[in-house]
């Protein structure tokens, strides 16, 4: 059974920087992609970024450039370091699992995919709050 436990939430300035945690275990597949996704107040959940189990990473566009994914497979973590922070990117984060390739080829480019649909494995999520 997959499981997944994020931290690292909290409440920060805009301007600020936070790094997230996803601690996760329960799998031996060695396929598999990675995503953090969050839901700000009174709005559906988004995707904001993924990686694979081959270290092909995707952003959303409102984050790249300031947000950066990784994980060390030695730890079992999946991390989320965001930098510049604004008060848009307060919501809950949240970190999410499945097994097998998801995503799409786009100019000869593997990406990973950022769509909620795609994933079937979920954390129960961590709170960011940037104040202006």
């Known amino acids: 059974q997959v499981q997944l436990v994020e931290s690292g939430g909290g409440s920060v300035q805009a301007g600020g920087s936070l790094r997230l945690s996803c601690a996760f275990s329960?799998?031996?597949?060695?396929?598999?992609?990675m995503g953090w996704f969050r839901q700000a107040p009174g709005k559906e959940r988004e995707g904001v970024a993924a990686?694979?189990?081959?270290?092909?990473?995707d952003y959303a566009d409102s984050v790249k450039g300031r947000f950066t994914i990784s994980k060390d497979n030695a730890k079992n973590t999946l991390y989320l370091r965001m930098n510049s922070l604004t008060p848009e990117d307060t919501a809950v984060y949240y970190c999410?699992?499945?097994?097998?390739?998801?995503?799409?080829?786009?100019?000869?480019?593997?990406?990973?995919?950022?769509?909620?649909?795609?994933?079937?494995?979920w954390g129960q999520g961590t709170q960011v709050t940037v104040s202006s």
């Open positions: 329960g799998y031996t597949h060695s396929s598999y992609c």
């Open positions: 999410a699992l499945v097994i097998g390739a998801r995503g799409m080829w786009h100019g000869g480019t593997w990406f990973p995919s950022i769509l909620e649909n795609d994933y079937n494995n």
């Open positions: 990686i694979d189990s081959d270290g092909a990473t």
